[in-house]
């Protein structure tokens, strides 16, 4: 059981860097085609991070302890989602920001989690 819960959560983790990924790209794009003030980038930003973590969730949390699944999974794929895109943009920075993203990301999880594990399968 510990087994099969590790691995939803390891799907959804991944499920939401990609979809984060994916969502960054397309947005980047956007704003290279249309003029987007630099003031918008960050909160849409956030709520792709948000949604790629409530799509992680859905798709792959299911059974029992959808609030513990969901917080993990959700704090994974924020801090792993920091690593990718320092990597990508060469910039590590901690900042208040980034601790408001961890604590959006848990309650994202969580609430995703506790909804993922309530829905009927069809």
């Known amino acids: 059981m510990l087994k099969e819960g590790i691995l939803q959560v390891a799907k959804a ?3 939401a860097l990609v979809f984060s990924l994916i969502f960054v790209i397309v947005f ?12 918008v980038i960050k909160p849409v930003n956030q709520v792709f991070k948000i949604i790629a973590i409530a799509v992680g969730g859905l798709l792959f949390i299911r059974g029992e302890k959808g609030f513990v699944k969901g917080a993990v999974a959700g704090l ?13 943009g060469g910039s590590f920075a901690v900042s208040w920001t980034f601790i408001f993203e961890i604590i959006l990301g848990l309650a994202a999880g969580i ?12």
Do not use: P
């Open 111 to 122: 609430i995703t989690g506790i909804i993922a594990v309530n829905i009927k399968k069809a």
């Open 28 to 39: 980047t794009l956007i704003i290279q085609l249309a003029s987007v003030g630099s003031g």
């Open 13 to 15: 983790t991944l499920a």
């Open 76 to 88: 994974l794929s924020v801090l792993l989602s920091y690593v990718l895109f320092g990597i990508i």
